[in-house]
């Protein structure tokens, strides 16, 4: 019961553009919503968050988009740089501090 | 802040054997978490504490895995008898509560188990 949904395993983008992630969700209990960026051999590291009773959050490149009624977020990376390329996972958690996370989107952003 | 520390980064077994890895969080979060990722997926979460308190666990700890945070501070996850299903990479979090949303959790580098 895959509760976080990320459709698309991979996203291939050109510097300075936008890249826009998607993240689906079931369970309409999520109140709180994180992205994480990891690259290989490393830990997940934390990029933004975002809680039901908005619907959106800027921090810099970086804005998550929330569509409680759709069950859908989006992050949006403008522009798009090459230090970017990652694997990008969604989160949501409720009532207890444990995360389910989706099964990540590889981001590439090439020259 | 010098962030999560897991050791080792990396551990190869044989199948059967025991492990037991260790997770340092940043110093002043109260609550560590375990989580486990294979090819593929995203985390999956294990377990977590708050102080020395285990408040929940997952079906997906079975009895051979068991942690511990005896004094609040570093945590230890031991499996015992392994299995070749239990390669993966063992990922420790750590976040202060009582911040509302914003208990963000802040991974360590992970520990990556290869169980032969």
């Known amino acids: 019961d895959q509760q976080v949904k990320q459709n698309s395993p991979s996203l291939s983008v050109q510097e300075g553009r936008i890249s826009i992630l998607n993240c689906d969700y079931t369970?309409?209990?999520?109140?709180?919503f994180l992205w994480y960026k990891k690259y290989p051999a490393e830990g997940p590291t934390f990029l933004i968050s975002?809680?039901?009773?908005?619907d959106k959050n800027e921090d810099g490149r970086f804005t998550v988009f929330l569509n409680k009624s759709a069950k859908h977020l989006s992050l949006h990376i403008v522009p798009s740089q090459p230090g970017d390329s990652a694997v990008y996972f969604c989160?949501?958690?409720?009532?207890?501090?444990?995360?389910?996370f989706g099964t990540g989107t590889r981001l590439q952003v090439f020259p | 802040d010098t962030g999560v520390s897991q050791d080792p980064r990396h551990k190869i077994t044989k199948r059967g054997q025991n492990v037991t890895f260790r997770c340092d969080p940043i110093?002043?979060?109260?609550?560590l978490y375990w989580y486990r990722q294979t090819l593929g997926q995203g985390p999956e979460f294990l377990t977590y504490?708050?102080?020395?308190?285990?408040?929940?666990k997952s079906r997906l700890l079975s009895d051979r895995f068991s942690a511990e945070r005896p004094k609040g501070s570093f945590s230890t996850l031991e499996i015992q008898r392994t299995e070749q299903g239990d390669s993966a990479m063992y990922l420790c979090?750590?976040?202060?509560?009582?911040?509302?949303?914003?208990?963000?959790?802040?991974f360590g580098p992970g520990t990556r188990l290869t169980v032969l």
């Open positions: 979090a750590s976040s202060r509560s009582g911040q509302g949303d914003t208990d963000t959790q802040y």
């Open positions: 989160a949501a958690k409720y009532n207890t501090d444990k995360l389910i």
């Open positions: 504490f708050q102080n020395e308190a285990q408040l929940e």
């Open positions: 369970n309409s209990m999520f109140d709180y």
């Open positions: 110093s002043e979060h109260n609550r």
């Open positions: 975002i809680s039901s009773i908005k």
